[in-house]
Nanobody, 127 residues
């Protein structure tokens, strides 16, 4: 069973920074593509960032490009999302996810493309 646990969320002022962490159980998570998604009040869950199996290739939503950085440490079963220049519009529950299939090329940007999810961590950007 794959378990994902996010941490690092909290209340931050606009322009501030937070680093989210996602700890994942199991073995050989370096074989899986992973991503971050968020869901704000009144909105559908949206793609934030994705990383290839070793983290060498990344992709970001236009809304966070240049401000957020996704990275992973496969040796320690960790996925990170470094968030800077935070805006009130970034307020949401952030969840990490694993795409189970290991075949195929490229990254994936739909929530339906992922199979395992954490409970999420709340990020609130407010003055």
């Amino acid at each position: 069973q794959v378990k994902l646990v996010e941490s690092g969320g909290g209340l931050v002022q606009p322009g501030g920074s937070l680093r989210l962490s996602c700890a994942h159980s199991g073995r050989t998570f370096g074989r899986f593509r992973m991503g971050w998604f968020r869901q704000a009040p009144g909105k559908e869950r949206e793609f934030v960032a994705a990383a290839s199996r070793i983290g060498g290739t990344t992709s970001y939503a236009d809304s966070v490009k240049g401000r957020f950085t996704i990275s992973r440490d496969n040796d320690n079963n960790m996925l990170y999302l470094q968030m800077t220049s935070l805006k009130p519009g970034d307020t949401a529950v952030y969840s990490c996810a694993i795409r189970r299939p290991i075949t195929g090329l490229g990254l994936y940007y739909k929530a339906s493309d992922y199979d395992y999810w954490g409970q999420g961590t709340q990020v609130t950007v407010s003055s």
